[in-house]
C-alpha cells in the first residue's frame, strides 16, 4: 500500500504538478477573501464613472484561456503561478495609479497591494532565467513600459476578475 502512495507522489511530480509554499496558501486564501465578488463591485465598479477603464499593456490583461493555452504548451505549475503573481500585481498597480488618495477605492488597493508584496517575498527566490522562455518574455514585457506594447482599455472590475479566476484555477487543487 505504501509503494502505491510513493507511485502516486512520483507520477504528480513527474508530471510538473509543483506543490505550493504553505506561506503562498495562506496568502492567496488572504487576497481571495479580499477579491469577493461584493468587494470588486463595491470598490471597482460602484466607486468609479460609469464605463471607466484603465489603460494597460495587453500583456497585462491574464485570462483563464491564456493559462489553459500555457499548460497545453507544458509550461510548469510554478511558472504560470510566477506570471500571475508579476500580472496581477501589475494589474493592481496600474489601478492605483489612476487613484486619488481621498479616493473611497485607496485603501482598498492599498491592502492588495500589500498582500501582493508579501506574496513577492514568497516569489523573491525565482528568477527570470529559472522559468520557462515565455513565461520570463511575457513578464519582461509586463514590467517594461515601453511604447512598443500594444495597449488596451480595460474596466478596474475587470482586471481584478480575472486575477481572481486565474488564482483559483492556479491554487484551487495545491492548497
Known sequence: MQQGYAAVLCVLAVLGLEATAP???ELTRLLQDKLQYEMRLQYMKHYFPIDYTVQVQYEEVLRPSNITRLRNGTVSEAALRYLWFHV????VLRIREVLPEKH???KYTQELSQLFDALGEEYSKYRQ???EAVVADVVKLVHSAGAESRSKAVRPKALLDNCLKVMRMLYGVPC
Open 23 to 25: 506561506g503562498e496558501c
Open 104 to 106: 473611497p477605492s485607496w
Open 88 to 91: 496581477s500585481s501589475q494589474a
Open 129 to 131: 532565467t529559472d522559468v
